[in-house]
């Protein structure tokens, strides 16, 4: 069995578990140490019992908490070369960094514990960042937030998957008229930015096979996106598209300020 919850996401902060009976992951500490704490032990996880954090990159809604949770819990970090050394010159982590980060590699697996952990890159303003599938007993979990834009590496790599956490960080024409300055806009609408509703539903169209069970939506915009809008647009383009004789995936948004449900495959 292997199991994904997410316990924030959004642009204030994202972490996600994964975990099996007997390894338990973080993907990004976004948060405070107290709030990924409360967050493991509502699902009877305790802190103590992680294997590993899993880095996507260095931007602080992804390592806000890491340092003061890692010190704490005294938990392995895993991050691409480029994240590592963003992390380490920030000067915002422990005195010890050899005995407790550990460089990955995109295309090349690892395991913790009973997971196989596959990262690959992805499309963001940030220093060689990447996302990741996990398999545990068979079964594919794949994850990919902060990307601009996908190409065939992206297909390829969260092809399987039967939970699929994606971005769906904006609605285009929410952000088009709203409050944020004209760059910014255009950071987020440009290929290292952040996907959209419309392009994580392009992304899901791709994706689609009969051992599809669940479909997360993550790192929501506050300003330029409703969770509504982001479910009813994946929600209608998946009914369209979907002609399995299997039951159409399960549609979730995660929330950005308390846990998921727990989805297990077994």
């Known amino acids: ?36 704490e409360e967050g493991l032990r509502s699902i009877n996880v305790e802190p ?25 819990h005294a938990v392995p970090v895993y991050a691409t070369a ?22 990955v590699e995109y295309g090349r697996c690892f395991t913790v514990g009973d997971i196989e952990v596959s990262p690959f890159a992805i499309s963001h303003d940030a220093v060689r960042p990447v996302s990741y599938t996990f398999r545990a007993g068979g079964h594919k979990i794949g994850m990919a937030t902060d990307l ?26 929410m952000l088009l008229v709203g409050s944020y300055p004209y760059q910014l806009k255009q950071r987020i609408l440009g290929r290292k930015g952040h996907l959209s509703n419309d392009a994580a539903s392009g992304l899901i169209g791709r994706l689609l096979h009969e051992g599809l069970r669940v479909v997360v939506l993550g790192h929501l915009s506050k300003e330029n996106n409703y969770p509504e809008l982001a479910y009813e647009t994946v929600r209608q383009d998946l009914y369209r598209s979907w002609s399995f004789s ?7 948004v995660a929330s950005r300020d308390k846990p998921s449900k727990r989805f297990s495959l077994e």
């Not at 601009?148 to 285009?172: K, Q, W």
Request: net charge negative; charged share 20%; hydrophobic share 35%.
């Open 1 to 36: 069995m292997i199991t994904l919850c997410s316990i924030a996401s959004g642009s204030s902060g994202n972490c996600i578990y994964i975990g099996t009976k007997s390894t338990h992951l973080l993907v990004d500490a976004g948060i405070s140490a107290k709030r990924i």
């Open 48 to 72: 103590d019992s992680l294997a590993a954090i899993l880095i996507t990159h260095e931007h602080s809604d992804h390592v806000q908490g890491l340092s003061v949770f890692g010190r704490k």
């Open 82 to 103: 480029g994240t590592l050394t963003q992390y380490l010159e920030s000067g915002k982590c422990r005195p010890e960094p050899g005995e407790w980060l550990n460089e």
């Open 148 to 173: 601009g834009t996908y190409n065939e590496t992206t297909v390829e790599s969260l092809r399987g998957s039967e939970i699929l956490y994606l971005e769906a960080n904006h609605d285009e024409n």
């Open 246 to 252: 299997a039951p159409v995936p399960e549609i979730l």
